[in-house]
Structure formats: structure tokens, C-alpha cells
């Protein structure tokens, strides 16, 4: 005789971080009324991380300005948050989520929202030398604001969002000695177009920092303290540093889903429904999901993971059916640089690219003629209408675009799509 398990009411949602937190006060907007219980590995309350790299740093934004929402509105939503604490097991076949600690969380959902973390450098000694970092948490920040008081000569390993709006932070505005080294041929190199990529890296020159693609580390070199002193490239040179700083990518926090071979770090697998079995979800910077165009990848953005909150709330509340469908987009500030992009390309899909003024730049990908994201500096009213017909899914044509000389009013106008108001800046970003 089989004995059928009931799940207990609930949703467990592993990851405090912007997407768990999102998903927990949406679920709440839409009507839930069942237990929602809330649980991070980190100390703090849910908090936003895109100001950590900026205005955190440069002490403009406050701790108390980076939280998501005051930790008492989560009490006011009967929204339990178990903060500081790890999860050892999931088991979704009976919705039990078992804490380090050893205490038992039963649910009818379990939802992964467990971000990702710095990838390490292989010659970096661990523990780490004082003055070598990476940027992923509130506490990576403070101590890389502590070390920033002193630090003269800056290297930035990867050029990624993180070591350049990094890199332009120290130099802009704590007068550093800045070097980016890269390994691949040029910075942002998978992600955006060669014509975008190059224009921050010319305006990112201009300012004072050096800049080195196809370069790698050999070797760090420790002085008597332990402190990193240099590093030997492959080339043979030397840079000298006081401060390093890691930005060479991230991981899926992907440990809790065993794939037949071991665990997976890629991403967890979901399905256009951000399902990965019946009753685990997965959401945010550790889903691996299928976009619009079919292609499975993972995304590290604030949009991507408050789209994909919203989105699993109503499934869960049963008023979505469809599948998720939301339109890509993200920016990141390097600099005075606001680089915004809509849509999602690939780094084979073409590039035709307009100069609007000495820093403005307008950039469409095309995929089979047609355009599938649109890069935009400095030009906000350009993104926005780009999102809505991206969104609206209008077809534009490489020659279109061209006999247009780059001008999106025109395919507003041919779409039958009311313009945006002037001035109007979207929302949400990278992490």
C-alpha cells in the first residue's frame, strides 16, 4: 500500500538576496495567504547590490539607503526571514528545506534564489591577502572602501562590469593608479559589440586607465606581510599594486540541485515556467533558463531577477499560465558612461553602430537582418523606445535602420506605438 505525503501549505525561498526578497513581498501583493518563509546566508536584511561597485563605495549611499525594504516590512507581511543562515539540504518531493542549524521548514514550494558568487582566482592564496579583493557582498564592500583610504596602484584582474565601474571610480575619484588587465582580445568582449565595447574603452583610457587585453597572470608576488606586491604576466612584465581587485566573473550557487554527476555550478535547469521538478523553482543569477529566441543562458541583472519574481508570484498565485517571456534589458554606470541595453545578443549577431555626439552611442545587433538588442551611452531615450519595440516584438530591418540614420521615433510611429514621455529612465539594472 502507498502512503501518500501532503505538503504543508507554504513557499520556502532560498536566497535573501534581490530576487528571494522580490518574489516574497510579490506573492504577497498577489493575494498568497499560506506561510512565506525567507532564508539568507547573509546577516543582513535583502539589500540592492548595482551601488556596491559606485556610490557605496564613494560613501554617497548609505547601508541603510541599500536595503530592498525596511526589515520591519517584511515582519508587517508576515514574511519570516531566517538571515545569516545556510541551507544543507532541499528534498522538493516532500517541500522540506533543512537549515544548517538543523531546524526543518516544510512547504508546498521550494524556490531557489541563490544568486552567485565571485569566481576566485587560482593564484590567489587563500586566506586572502589583505589587500586583495572581490566585490559580491555588502561586507566585500566595506572592506574594499577600508583598503581603497591608503591604496595608490590599483590593478582590476578582468574587465567586466565590476573592475571597470570599479576602476572608474578609483580613478575619477580617489586618483589612483588604475591597470585593467583582460585576457580575452578586449574588454566586455561577451557582451556587448565591438563598436560599444571599444568606445568605453577609449573614454576609459582618456581618463587615466591603463588598459591590457590579452593578458594573463603568471604569478603573484607576496611580500614579507603576506600583502600582494605584483604580478608577473605571461608576457614577462611586472605591475606593481597595493590593491588588487578580482572581477573575472561569477558562479551559479547551484550546489543545493544534484546533477547525476555532482553538483551543478553552470546554473539550475529550469523550464520556460522557471520550474526545475515539481515543486522546486529557481529563479534569478542561478537559473539557467530558455529566453524568447530559444536560447538557454543564465542572467546576472536586477531586472531579470525582479521579472522572474513577479512572474513566478502570479504562476504560483495561479493567474499566470503562460510561460515567461520578459524582454532582457540592463545598464550598468562606468564613469559618467550610462551604458543601458535592450534585448539579448550574441557575440556572432552584427553591429551597426551611430555616433550621436562625443558621447553618445546608439548600437543595433542584428540576428538574420533583423534587430535583436539595441546598446545604447548615454542615451536613455533611445533605450526606452528600444525596450518597447523589442518588447512589441517589431521587426526592423538592417535597411530600415540605416535609412532611418539610426532614428527609433521612425518604427514608433510605423508600429502604431504612443511614444515615451521625455526624460523617462527605467529602472532596475546589473548586480
Same mark, same amino acid.
Given at each position: 500500500?502507498?502512503?501518500?505525503?501532503?505538503?504543508?501549505?507554504?513557499?520556502?525561498?532560498?536566497?535573501?538576496?534581490?530576487?528571494?526578497? $522580490?518574489?516574497?513581498?510579490?506573492? @504577497?501583493?498577489?493575494?498568497?495567504?499560506? %506561510?512565506?518563509?525567507?532564508?539568507?546566508?547573509?546577516?543582513?536584511?535583502?539589500? $540592492?547590490?548595482?551601488?556596491?561597485?559606485?556610490?557605496?563605495?564613494?560613501?554617497?549611499?548609505?547601508?541603510?539607503?541599500?536595503?530592498?525594504?525596511?526589515?520591519?516590512?517584511?515582519?508587517?507581511?508576515?514574511?519570516?526571514?531566517?538571515?545569516?543562515?545556510?541551507?544543507?539540504?532541499?528534498?522538493?518531493?516532500?517541500?522540506?528545506?533543512?537549515?544548517?542549524?538543523?531546524? @526543518? /521548514?516544510?512547504?508546498?514550494?521550494?524556490?531557489?534564489?541563490?544568486?552567485?558568487?565571485?569566481?576566485?582566482?587560482?593564484?590567489? %592564496?587563500?586566506?586572502?591577502?589583505?589587500?586583495?579583493?572581490?566585490?559580491?557582498?555588502?561586507?566585500?564592500?566595506?572592506?574594499?572602501?577600508?583598503?581603497?583610504?591608503?591604496?595608490?596602484?590599483?590593478?582590476?584582474?578582468?574587465?567586466?562590469?565590476?573592475?571597470?565601474?570599479?576602476?572608474?571610480?578609483?580613478?575619477? =575619484?580617489?586618483?589612483?593608479?588604475?591597470?585593467? /588587465? !583582460?585576457?580575452?582580445?578586449?574588454?566586455?568582449?561577451?557582451?556587448?559589440?565591438?563598436?560599444?565595447?571599444?568606445?568605453? &574603452?577609449?573614454?576609459?583610457?582618456?581618463?587615466?586607465?591603463?588598459? $591590457?587585453?590579452?593578458? =594573463?597572470?603568471?604569478?603573484?608576488?607576496?611580500?614579507?606581510?603576506?600583502?600582494?606586491?605584483?604580478?608577473?604576466?605571461?608576457?614577462?612584465? +611586472?605591475?606593481?599594486?597595493?590593491?588588487?581587485?578580482?572581477?573575472?566573473?561569477?558562479?551559479?550557487?547551484? !550546489?543545493?540541485? +544534484?546533477?547525476?554527476?555532482?553538483?551543478?555550478?553552470? #546554473?539550475?535547469?529550469?523550464?520556460?515556467?522557471?520550474?526545475?521538478?515539481? #515543486?522546486? &523553482?529557481?529563479?534569478?543569477?542561478?537559473?539557467?533558463?530558455?529566453?524568447?529566441?530559444?536560447?538557454?543562458?543564465?542572467?546576472?541583472?536586477?531586472?531579470?531577477?525582479?521579472?522572474?519574481?513577479?512572474?513566478?508570484? @502570479?504562476?504560483?498565485?495561479? =493567474?499566470?499560465?503562460?510561460?515567461?517571456?520578459?524582454?532582457?534589458?540592463?545598464?550598468?554606470?562606468?564613469?559618467?558612461?550610462?551604458? +543601458?541595453?535592450?534585448?539579448?545578443?550574441?557575440?556572432?549577431?552584427?553591429?551597426?553602430?551611430?555616433?550621436?555626439?562625443?558621447?553618445?552611442?546608439?548600437?543595433?545587433?542584428?540576428?538574420?537582418?533583423?534587430?535583436?538588442?539595441?546598446?545604447? /551611452?548615454?542615451?536613455?531615450?533611445?533605450?526606452?523606445?528600444?525596450?518597447?519595440?523589442?518588447?512589441?516584438?517589431?521587426?526592423?530591418?538592417?535597411?530600415? /535602420?540605416?535609412?532611418?540614420?539610426?532614428?527609433?521615433?521612425?518604427?514608433?510611429?510605423?508600429?502604431?506605438?504612443?511614444?515615451?514621455?521625455?526624460?523617462? +529612465?527605467?529602472?532596475?539594472?546589473?548586480?
Amino acid at each position: 500500500m502507498t502512503t501518500m505525503t501532503t505538503k504543508t501549505p507554504g513557499v520556502a525561498i532560498i536566497g535573501a538576496g534581490q530576487a528571494g526578497a $522580490q518574489l516574497a513581498l510579490s506573492l @504577497r501583493d498577489e493575494g498568497y495567504n499560506d %506561510p512565506i518563509t525567507l532564508i539568507g546566508d547573509e546577516a543582513h536584511p535583502p539589500y $540592492q547590490r548595482p551601488p556596491l561597485s559606485k556610490s557605496y563605495l564613494l560613501g554617497e549611499t548609505g547601508r541603510e539607503n541599500l536595503l530592498l525594504r525596511p526589515e520591519s516590512l517584511f515582519r508587517d507581511r508576515d514574511i519570516a526571514l531566517h538571515l545569516g543562515i545556510s541551507v544543507s539540504t532541499i528534498d522538493p518531493s516532500t517541500g522540506c528545506v533543512t537549515l544548517a542549524v538543523g531546524t @526543518r /521548514i516544510l512547504a508546498t514550494d521550494i524556490v531557489l534564489a541563490t544568486g552567485s558568487r565571485a569566481r576566485s582566482h587560482s593564484l590567489i %592564496p587563500d586566506p586572502l591577502p589583505e589587500n586583495a579583493h572581490y566585490l559580491r557582498s555588502m561586507d566585500d564592500a566595506d572592506r574594499l572602501a577600508r583598503g581603497l583610504t591608503s591604496a595608490r596602484h590599483i590593478v582590476v584582474i578582468g574587465g567586466g562590469f565590476i573592475g571597470l565601474e570599479f576602476a572608474a571610480v578609483a580613478r575619477r =575619484k580617489f586618483g589612483c593608479e588604475v591597470c585593467v /588587465i !583582460e585576457a580575452a582580445p578586449a574588454i566586455l568582449g561577451r557582451v556587448l559589440s565591438n563598436a560599444t565595447a571599444g568606445h568605453i &574603452h577609449r573614454r576609459l583610457e582618456a581618463w587615466g586607465v591603463a588598459i $591590457q587585453t590579452n593578458a =594573463k597572470v603568471a604569478a603573484m608576488i607576496l611580500d614579507e606581510a603576506g600583502r600582494i606586491s605584483s604580478l608577473q604576466l605571461t608576457d614577462g612584465s +611586472q605591475l606593481a599594486a597595493d590593491m588588487i581587485l578580482v572581477g573575472i566573473g561569477g558562479i551559479a550557487n547551484a !550546489e543545493l540541485v +544534484q546533477a547525476p554527476v555532482g553538483p551543478q555550478t553552470s #546554473g539550475i535547469a529550469v523550464d520556460a515556467f522557471l520550474a526545475a521538478a515539481p #515543486g522546486l &523553482h529557481a529563479l534569478g543569477d542561478c537559473a539557467l533558463f530558455p529566453d524568447r529566441h530559444g536560447e538557454v543562458h543564465r542572467v546576472e541583472s536586477v531586472q531579470n531577477a525582479v521579472d522572474q519574481a513577479r512572474y513566478l508570484a @502570479r504562476r504560483l498565485t495561479g =493567474k499566470e499560465n503562460g510561460p515567461f517571456d520578459a524582454l532582457n534589458w540592463f545598464w550598468s554606470d562606468i564613469g559618467d558612461m550610462k551604458l +543601458q541595453i535592450a534585448g539579448r545578443a550574441l557575440q556572432t549577431d552584427e553591429a551597426l553602430s551611430y555616433l550621436k555626439s562625443d558621447n553618445r552611442l546608439v548600437t543595433y545587433r542584428m540576428r538574420e537582418n533583423l534587430v535583436v538588442a539595441v546598446e545604447t /551611452i548615454n542615451s536613455p531615450a533611445d533605450h526606452m523606445l528600444a525596450k518597447r519595440l523589442l518588447a512589441n516584438r517589431t521587426q526592423i530591418e538592417r535597411g530600415r /535602420i540605416a535609412e532611418a540614420n539610426g532614428d527609433l521615433r521612425t518604427f514608433m510611429t510605423q508600429a502604431n506605438l504612443p511614444q515615451p514621455a521625455p526624460g523617462g +529612465q527605467p529602472t532596475g539594472g546589473r548586480h
